[in-house]
């Protein structure tokens, strides 16, 4: 099992910046890689960026060059960097950790944190 635990959303106004933080617990080895999900209201859940414990990285195109994720393994802990934000940014942010198990990997969710960025 995995828990994981954000913190880092509120309020923040168009062009401000703010950091999510997910802090995992558990079977924390059992982790191949963690994502960073959306999703705004009447919307589908969308990956917004994810990075392996091999350290590659993949950006949704829409907040590419705006959008920074890293991993701090002694910690436990993966971020997302927002800069530059927009309006369209708003939506509840989501923290998953993927873990590799026979026959299909095993998906672990954070409980998500507002973002809302004001025009």
């Known amino acids: 099992q995995v828990q994981l635990v954000e913190s880092g959303g509120g309020l923040v106004q168009n062009g401000g910046s703010l950091r999510l933080s997910c802090e995992a617990s558990?079977?924390?080895?059992?982790?191949?890689?963690f994502g960073w999900f959306r999703q705004a209201p009447g919307k589908q859940r969308e990956l917004v960026a994810a990075?392996?414990?091999?350290?590659?990285?993949n950006y949704a195109d829409s907040v590419k060059s705006r959008f920074t994720i890293s991993n701090d393994r002694a910690k436990n802990t993966v971020y997302l960097q927002m800069n530059s934000l927009k309006p369209e940014d708003t939506a509840v942010y989501y923290c998953n950790a993927r873990v590799s198990r026979w026959p299909s990997d095993i998906d672990y969710w954070g409980q998500g944190t507002q973002v809302t960025v004001s025009s």
């Open positions: 558990g079977s924390t080895f059992s982790i191949n890689g």
């Open positions: 990075i392996t414990v091999g350290g590659l990285i």
